[in-house]
């Protein structure tokens, strides 16, 4: 029953008008930041401190200054959503379920990232109710922990937007500095 959901769901989608755009981030910045705290973080709060927390986190500030993005698609038009309902892919042992935390941007990164394991946990136990997966304005999915670097994800319609998380990899870059060019 499930996969034969998600299979309806996505063929929704192909009724909406979609554009990819994939843009490359530094990440340097927030691995070093998790980095410092995970150990502390997972021993004062028993859960890990996951990148899905700090995504999800830019993408509600990136929500608050393209408040278009935060919206649903429907026969009348494009809707702007005035609560951030943030849908979280999860991987269950037979398919993909997308619950939501509900009134993500007032939620600190450490509120996120304990509402995303309180769900993500209540998804892989089948614990879910109907209002826990229902009411999502944008969608944030995390398909690196697959290893994948380019993914074209599927629109949780109504929702118009999602952002899918690859895997952070090292390589190396050029970056412009104050005396130049300089390879990092």
């Known amino acids: 029953p499930m996969r ?9 989608s192909l009724g909406v008008p979609v554009a990819y755009i994939t843009i490359e981030v530094d990440m340097s910045a927030v691995v070093r930041r998790r980095d410092a705290v995970k150990r502390t973080y997972q021993e004062r709060e028993g859960k890990s401190l996951s990148y ?4 999800t986190k830019a993408c509600v500030e990136a929500l608050r200054k393209h408040p278009d993005l935060n919206a649903h698609w429907t026969e009348e038009g494009h809707w702007r959503r ?32 304990m509402a995303i394991n309180d769900v993500a946990d209540r998804s892989r136990t089948n614990r879910l109710r109907m209002d826990d997966i229902t009411g999502g304005t944008f969608t944030v999915d995390n ?35 104050p005396q130049g060019d300089a390879i990092a």
Request: glycine letters at 8%.
């Open 82 to 113: 005035q609560a951030v309902n943030i849908g979280v892919a999860v991987a269950v042992d037979d398919g993909l379920i997308v619950p939501v935390v509900r009134n993500a941007d007032q939620l600190s990164l450490h509120g996120l990232n």
């Open 4 to 12: 034969k959901a998600i299979a309806a769901q996505m063929t929704r």
């Open 52 to 55: 899905v927390a700090f995504v």
């Open 143 to 177: 398909t690196g922990w697959t290893g994948s670097i380019l993914t074209m994800p599927i629109i949780n319609v109504p929702e118009v937007a999602i952002v899918t998380m690859e895997a952070i990899v090292k390589r190396p870059v050029v970056i412009e500095g």
